[in-house]
């Protein structure tokens, strides 16, 4: 695990060496912002519901933006092959630089939990759901990022990462759409794939365990499929 922490750590500093963290950033907790009180003011009502309802369509947004670069950027600059060349597995590079990525994520959400203390001061805060829902955007967060190292793992092109990442991400999060439009026999089917339906199901205070595998899984499974396009690079 140290050639992992060592990876995190360094793809972690790299984030603060470059504009894109602060640029993100910055996107990221305006736009948070208005979000949360376009829901806030309308409803009038101290809760955080209205920032929930919005937060993951903004996450799926940003989330490539700050992956792209994980593993296209070593390709394109020539220095994946040093890495890979270096005693540490490919596991380890997938896992390190996806642990630095989620950690950045994580910075950012912590970022917006004044919001929670603003509508404390406000009215009486349900903190279990509010704790519930900052836990659902993690694990959220945590599935984009999963899905962004993926499409990295690919190709050379830093924007192609990116808009494919958000082509995979977007997908997951409109097909909750059509259960309005399919028959009722497919509903069950979409519940099961939308991402946007498991973290409603999480914010509104119920951490199911189902919901957390789904989360864990879809992370899981996008991190494998890179570690396996980096084992097939190594053969070629």
């Known amino acids: 695990m140290n050639n992992v922490f060592a990876i995190a750590r360094r793809e972690f500093s790299s984030y603060f060496n470059s504009p894109i963290a602060y640029l993100v950033g910055s996107i990221y907790i305006i736009l948070s912002g208005a979000l949360f009180f376009y829901g806030l003011i309308p409803q009038g009502q101290a809760d955080m519901r209205g920032f929930f309802d919005q937060a993951p369509l903004l996450l799926f947004i940003i989330v490539p933006f700050l992956t792209m670069r994980l593993l296209a950027e070593e390709r394109a ?11 540490v597995t490919d596991w380890q590079v997938v896992l390190g630089k996806y642990l630095a990525s989620v950690g950045l994520l994580a910075v950012l959400i912590l970022l917006t939990t004044p919001f929670a203390f603003s509508v404390a001061a406000i009215g009486p805060l349900d ?110």
Request: with cysteine.
């Open 77 to 87: 600059q020539g220095t994946l092959e040093l890495l890979l060349s270096m005693p």
């Open 127 to 236: 903190k279990g759901a509010t704790a519930c829902g900052y836990i659902g955007l993690l694990l959220m967060a945590a599935a984009y990022a999963a899905i962004g190292l993926m499409t990295s793992a690919f190709t050379r092109n830093q924007i192609v990462a990116a808009l494919a990442a958000l082509f995979i991400g977007f997908g997951l999060f409109i097909v909750t759409a059509l259960i309005q439009v399919l028959p009722p026999a497919f509903a069950s089917v979409i519940n099961a794939i939308a991402i946007q339906v498991r973290f409603q199901s999480v914010a509104r205070g119920v951490i199911d365990v189902r919901d957390v595998l789904y989360f864990v899984s879809l992370s899981a499974g996008c991190l494998l499929v890179a570690q396996s396009a980096l084992e097939s690079r190594r053969w070629r």
